[in-house]
């Protein structure tokens, strides 16, 4: 169950929510408190299938759903509704659920931040909901029926590869409907600019992070999972060099609350799974993947197996807060294989 903690001091508003022993939000300022319980009032989803979704206001325009999987954001304004990731395909319809209770509007575009099923499983669900901007005529030889009228998905190409291969479980009305391999991709709804970075061999190889410039939030998918070390899937092109590069694009596309660090504002970032954290919080974790990683490097030079490298324990000083489970012994071991590959 979540629980709401309503405090007044330095900062007037904090409201912690646990799901699965994660916290989901930081302290926020005087200024949003009466804005965001407002809001919360208003949007917290109802059971839906899901007893534990929480929408979380962010921005005036741009919310979090909790709960539901992966983490997912949306952004909502006069052209409809942005929506990325979507959970998995067991809490789709409470998604969508939770978002037509914050506004009317159509879901647009779905951006997808990777193949995971905890992000893309509700993608035929949450677009069969919405509707494409592609109406009437559909403009320029483009069918009224265009996407079957359902919203946009929008990923990079490794997603539609992963998605579309034989075996993968997912049907043709979830596969991404536009896809791109350049570094960056963008697009304009909603009065202000949307980028999406694409994050080559890192979590895997179709990552991406979407910028809301105007909001000043970004969505980062499992490149960056505060419940956890970083989950490197070695099958499906992940390595370790690519998700300490894509944490730097996160550091330096981010801005934090400078030069008056007294106030808890600055860039948002919705991680792949875990709590709302600034730009600081994503140098922390940058800082303490790369020690890991220059720990195993250098055992690994001493002429150390695998199993000897695990035995010195190279995460010590970490893992009582990321390495729940096996997440410990798996990450140390997708660094000891990415280093052994040949850049």
């Known amino acids: 169950m979540g629980y709401h903690e309503y405090a007044f001091g ?12 994660q916290h989901y939000w930081k302290p926020y300022p005087a200024k949003f408190c009466l804005a965001a319980v407002l809001a919360l009032s208003l949007v917290r989803a109802q059971p839906s299938g899901n007893n534990n ?28 509704v942005v929506v990325v990731d979507t959970g998995s395909a067991a809490n789709a319809d409470a998604v969508v ?31 069969k909901a919405g509707q494409t901007l592609f109406t009437g005529n559909g403009g320029a030889g483009v069918a009224a029926d265009f996407l079957g009228g359902g919203a946009s998905i929008l990923s990079v190409e490794e997603v539609l590869t992963r998605m579309s291969s034989a075996g993968s479980g997912f049907a043709l009305n979830s596969w991404p409907s536009e896809t791109f391999n350049q570094p960056r991709k963008y697009v304009y709804l909603n009065g202000e600019g949307i980028e999406i970075f ?41 390595s370790i060099q690519g998700v300490i590069a894509a944490l730097q694009k996160l550091v ?4 934090p609350s400078v030069p008056i660090v007294s106030r808890d504002e600055g860039t948002l970032i919705i991680p792949g799974h875990g709590h709302i954290c600034d730009q600081v919080d994503v140098v922390e974790y940058r800082d303490m993947v790369t020690i890991i ?12 197996s695998l199993a000897q490298v695990k035995e010195a324990a190279p995460a010590r000083g970490y893992m009582k807060r990321y390495g729940a489970g096996s997440a410990t012994n798996d990450f140390v071991e997708a660094v000891y294989k990415s280093l052994s590959e040949k850049p």
């Open 97 to 127: 659920a939770a978002i037509r209770k914050v506004t009317p509007q159509p879901i647009r575009y779905i951006i997808n931040t990777s193949a995971d099923a905890d992000h893309v499983g509700g993608n035929a669900i949450v677009a």
């Open 252 to 255: 330096d596309t981010a801005i």
């Open 198 to 238: 694409r994050q080559p061999v890192a979590h895997t190889d179709g990552d991406a992070m979407v910028f809301f410039r105007r909001s000043d939030v970004i969505v980062a998918g499992d490149v960056f999972d505060t419940t956890r070390f970083p989950v490197i899937d070695l099958a499906r092109g992940g």
């Open 293 to 304: 990683r220059d720990r195993v490097r250098d055992l690994k030079k001493q002429g150390m």
């Open 53 to 80: 979704l929480e929408v979380l206001p962010l921005r005036p325009n741009f919310y979090m759903i909790a709960g539901a999987g992966g983490n997912i954001g949306f952004q909502v304004g006069a052209d409809g």
């Open 10 to 21: 330095k900062y007037a508003f904090k409201r912690q929510a646990r799901m699965s022993h």
